[in-house]
């Protein structure tokens, strides 16, 4: 079992290692009540810690063959057959410190790493061929989900008993928010440090392989959400090992991950390894990369770019499709666009101008980021049903034009003509458009049942590919708030400081800034699961359920084309009418009223029928109009 780090700041490196006093456990099984962690990974360490010199490899690596001579002389049995706990001493200097590539922290972010073997991992998916029989994630139906508040015991093995929900839903891919190793029990995974590392509150690596088999089993996805744009505050050492940060750039978490300065390689490296890890050694069908355009790069050939080659050539090896999902604000095709023509070959991106659209469209809010989606103050759609039009039909609103929010031009335009739509993801909500919100609110807190159906129609329909926010889909009544649980009381108070001032400089009263250290903060952020049968939240959930289920019969497999949509809008009379008509295909319009009163929407098209209403003894369709009632959608086809 040899260990490696990269050190090239030291001149002497040492491992200090151990053996746990339990050996023999069940690696990552959770207590039969799913209270914490196994008790096993709690213990103090068993064995009096030892410490041998590491060998020098050149270019800054080192390298520990396992325990040495005189150690086995003494009884113990050789690092190939045990599970080690061990840290690395650099120069002496103490505490010791975790393993950068660490792919288990049992104790701890502050802790002794422990030695983990994903070929003791037992898979049943051997005949997997990747989300959708093969096709990949772009066109499936997303569900964005994070493990410590999905369920009330917050832990992977919890996870996988609702996981039929999901198959029942239609969902096609679980994207799973961060589990990388953090500071303290719960949070909401940004500020991990072990990158490698599976957060063993949720169950360790073993849990989350459990889960991923589990849901490919059931014919699901799994997408990972990865962060290589920073580490968090508490636990971070890879400044100690070596250049993994340069003050040549900034990010709004302080100097940037080096991707284009000296040593540059070996943390681009350490970044491309991460990745592949996943998807390889986890079985991972996707990755969800946060925030990109946070990774500073201006090597000739991004970071990006070289990702996207490399789990390309992976997936050609593993005969599986592999996706790479970018978060970026950039509002730049060049993301999605193949290596092989320039650009930076993610699969898709995030595009948070149709959340934007669609929020300001259903709830009238239009302050900060909101504004320029409200339309009007000079800009050429002259209010928010304008603006949701041109977002989809043109992909972005922001492609080229001057943003407000930013005091600049932003973005570029999509070729509606050529882009395969589905590179786009499309949303109602995200847990940062909900979590960020001062109480974590979400949109049905915000409007009536039937606003939210009329939104959900526009994305899950559209040839974009659509992601629900969990507990979306039958409108939960808990709200999904900003929690942490840092173990280093100085950074918890920073965080309550800064969060309470964020509000306040927008009028807000501190007072109600719920505390993120607070146990009850993440505890109101559970979804109830006992609301999805009571009536109210049954309907929304059957409108989800049908309007996948319609998705899949009308949209089918395959690229699509923004160039095939047409939204006529009406802002006096508050209807929408958005029409998908490729050629050759079932052609749909989601119709809606978003006035009070009922209303007569004309279709784009004579005949058709009615194939979904919110309200469907008040629809009606007369030759060339639809009549709805006020707050209310209906999709016909042709």
Same mark, same amino acid.
């Given at each position: 079992?040899?260990?490696?780090?990269?050190?090239?700041?030291?001149?002497?490196?040492?491992?200090?290692?151990?053996?746990?006093?339990?050996?023999?456990?069940?690696?990552?099984?959770?207590?039969?009540?799913?209270?914490?962690?196994?008790?096993?990974?709690?213990?103090?360490?068993?064995?009096?810690?030892?410490?041998?010199?590491?060998?020098?490899?050149?270019?800054?690596?080192?390298?520990?063959?396992?325990?040495?001579?005189?150690?086995? @002389?003494?009884?113990?049995?050789?690092? @190939?057959?045990?599970?080690?706990?061990?840290?690395?001493?650099?120069?002496?200097?103490?505490?010791?410190?975790?393993?950068?590539?660490?792919?288990?922290?049992?104790?701890?972010?502050?802790?002794?790493?422990?030695? +983990?073997?994903?070929?003791?991992?037992?898979?049943?998916?051997?005949?997997?061929?990747?989300?959708?029989?093969?096709?990949?994630?772009?066109?499936?139906?997303?569900?964005?989900?994070?493990?410590?508040? +999905?369920?009330?015991?917050?832990?992977?093995?919890?996870?996988?008993?609702?996981?039929?929900?999901?198959?029942?839903?239609?969902?096609?891919?679980?994207?799973?928010?961060?589990?990388?190793?953090?500071?303290?029990?719960?949070?909401?995974?940004?500020?991990?440090?072990?990158?490698?590392?599976?957060?063993?509150?949720?169950?360790?690596?073993?849990? +989350?392989?459990?889960?991923?088999?589990?849901?490919?089993?059931?014919?699901?996805?799994?997408?990972?959400?990865?962060?290589?744009?920073?580490?968090?505050?508490?636990?971070?050492?890879?400044?100690?090992?070596?250049?993994?940060?340069? *003050?040549?750039?900034?990010?709004?978490?302080?100097?940037?991950?080096?991707?284009?300065?000296?040593?540059?390689?070996? #943390?681009?490296?350490? =970044?491309?390894?991460?990745?592949?890890?996943?998807?390889?050694?986890?079985?991972?069908?996707?990755?969800?990369?946060?925030?990109?355009?946070?990774?500073?790069?201006?090597?000739?050939?991004?970071?990006?770019?070289?990702?996207?080659?490399?789990?390309?050539?992976?997936?050609?090896?593993?005969?599986r499709p592999l996706d790479l999902i970018a978060e970026s604000d950039l509002n730049d095709v060049d993301m999605i666009t193949p290596t092989a023509q320039g650009g930076r070959g993610m699969s898709a991106q995030w595009d948070d101008d149709i959340h934007h659209a669609l929020h300001v469209t259903l709830t009238g809010e239009?302050?900060?980021?909101?504004?320029?989606?409200?339309?009007?103050?000079?800009?050429?759609?002259?209010?928010?049903?304008? #603006?949701? /039009?041109?977002?989809?039909?043109?992909?972005?609103?922001?492609?080229?034009?001057?943003?407000?929010?930013?005091?600049?031009?932003?973005?570029?335009?999509?070729?509606?003509?050529?882009?395969?739509?589905?590179?786009?993801?499309?949303?109602?909500? *995200?847990?940062?458009?909900?979590?960020?919100?001062?109480?974590?609110?979400?949109?049905?807190?915000?409007?009536?049942?039937?606003?939210?159906?009329?939104?959900?129609?526009?994305?899950?329909?559209?040839?974009?590919?659509?992601?629900?926010?969990?507990?979306?889909?039958?409108?939960?009544?808990?709200?999904?708030?900003?929690?942490?649980?840092? *173990?280093?009381?100085?950074?918890?108070?920073?965080?309550?400081?800064?969060?309470?001032?964020?509000?306040?400089?927008?009028?807000?009263?501190?007072?109600?800034?719920?505390?993120?250290?607070?146990?009850?903060?993440?505890?109101?952020?559970?979804?109830?699961?006992?609301?999805?049968?009571?009536?109210?939240?049954?309907?929304?959930?059957?409108?989800?359920?049908?309007? =996948?289920?319609?998705?899949?019969?009308?949209?089918?497999?395959?690229?699509?084309?923004?160039?095939?949509?047409?939204?006529?809008?009406?802002?006096?009379?508050?209807?929408?009418? *958005?029409?998908?008509?490729?050629?050759?295909?079932?052609?749909?319009?989601?119709?809606?009223?978003?006035?009070?009163?009922?209303?007569? #929407?004309?279709?784009?098209?004579?005949?058709?029928?009615?194939?979904?209403?919110?309200?469907?003894?008040?629809?009606?369709?007369?030759?060339? /109009?639809?009549?709805?009632?006020?707050?209310?959608?209906?999709?016909?086809?042709?």
């Amino acid at each position: 079992m040899p260990i490696e780090v990269w050190a090239p700041k030291a001149e002497h490196v040492e491992i200090e290692w151990s053996v746990p006093e339990s050996t023999n456990r069940s690696l990552g099984v959770q207590p039969a009540d799913g209270a914490g962690v196994p008790e096993s990974t709690n213990r103090s360490l068993g064995v009096q810690p030892r410490r041998e010199s590491m060998t020098a490899l050149g270019d800054g690596w080192w390298r520990w063959d396992g325990p040495s001579t005189a150690s086995e @002389s003494e009884g113990t049995p050789t690092a @190939s057959d045990l599970v080690l706990d061990y840290a690395f001493v650099l120069d002496g200097a103490e505490p010791p410190v975790p393993d950068p590539r660490s792919a288990w922290q049992p104790h701890g972010v502050h802790a002794p790493s422990r030695t +983990f073997d994903p070929a003791t991992l037992t898979w049943t998916d051997g005949d997997w061929r990747g989300p959708r029989d093969g096709q990949g994630v772009l066109g499936g139906v997303v569900y964005e989900l994070h493990i410590g508040t +999905f369920t009330a015991r917050g832990t992977f093995d919890a996870a996988i008993e609702r996981l039929d929900h999901l198959v029942d839903l239609g969902v096609d891919v679980v994207n799973v928010m961060p589990i990388a190793a953090f500071d303290g029990r719960w949070g909401w995974g940004y500020d991990g440090v072990g990158l490698y590392a599976v957060h063993d509150p949720y169950g360790g690596p073993a849990a +989350f392989a459990r889960f991923v088999d589990a849901c490919h089993a059931r014919g699901l996805g799994v997408c990972l959400d990865v962060v290589h744009n920073h580490l968090g505050a508490s636990g971070n050492y890879l400044a100690r090992f070596g250049p993994y940060f340069t *003050t040549a750039h900034s990010t709004p978490w302080g100097p940037a991950v080096n991707l284009d300065q000296d040593h540059a390689d070996h #943390v681009r490296g350490f =970044i491309v390894d991460n990745a592949l890890r996943w998807l390889r050694d986890f079985h991972v069908d996707a990755l969800r990369l946060d925030a990109v355009h946070e990774l500073r790069d201006a090597s000739p050939r991004h970071l990006l770019a070289d990702l996207s080659d490399a789990v390309a050539a992976l997936a050609e090896h593993l005969a599986r499709p592999l996706d790479l999902i970018a978060e970026s604000d950039l509002n730049d095709v060049d993301m999605i666009t193949p290596t092989a023509q320039g650009g930076r070959g993610m699969s898709a991106q995030w595009d948070d101008d149709i959340h934007h659209a669609l929020h300001v469209t259903l709830t009238g809010e239009s302050h900060g980021y909101y504004t320029d989606f409200a339309g009007g103050a000079g800009r050429d759609e002259a209010g928010p049903l304008a #603006v949701l /039009a041109k977002v989809l039909t043109c992909g972005f609103l922001h492609d080229g034009s001057h943003s407000s929010f930013r005091g600049r031009p932003w973005g570029q335009p999509v070729d509606t003509e050529h882009v395969d739509a589905r590179r786009l993801l499309g949303y109602l909500q *995200t847990h940062d458009q909900v979590g960020n919100r001062m109480t974590g609110d979400r949109i049905s807190a915000v409007v009536p049942p039937g606003l939210q159906a009329a939104g959900a129609a526009l994305y899950l329909l559209a040839p974009t590919t659509p992601m629900i926010f969990m507990g979306e889909e039958w409108g939960a009544s808990t709200p999904w708030q900003y929690f942490t649980s840092f *173990t280093d009381e100085a950074l918890a108070d920073a965080v309550r400081a800064g969060r309470r001032a964020e509000f306040a400089s927008h009028g807000w009263s501190t007072a109600d800034v719920p505390d993120p250290q607070s146990p009850a903060t993440r505890e109101a952020s559970v979804l109830a699961w006992g609301e999805v049968d009571e009536a109210g939240h049954r309907r929304l959930l059957d409108w989800y359920r049908a309007c =996948i289920a319609l998705r899949r019969r009308v949209i089918g497999a395959g690229p699509t084309r923004l160039a095939d949509v047409r939204v006529d809008v009406d802002e006096a009379a508050r209807t929408v009418v *958005t029409l998908h008509a490729p050629a050759g295909r079932t052609a749909s319009a989601v119709v809606l009223n978003l006035a009070d009163d009922p209303a007569d #929407v004309p279709l784009p098209r004579s005949g058709g029928r009615v194939a979904l209403a919110w309200d469907p003894e008040g629809t009606t369709l007369t030759t060339d /109009a639809v009549r709805l009632p006020g707050g209310s959608a209906a999709v016909v086809l042709w």
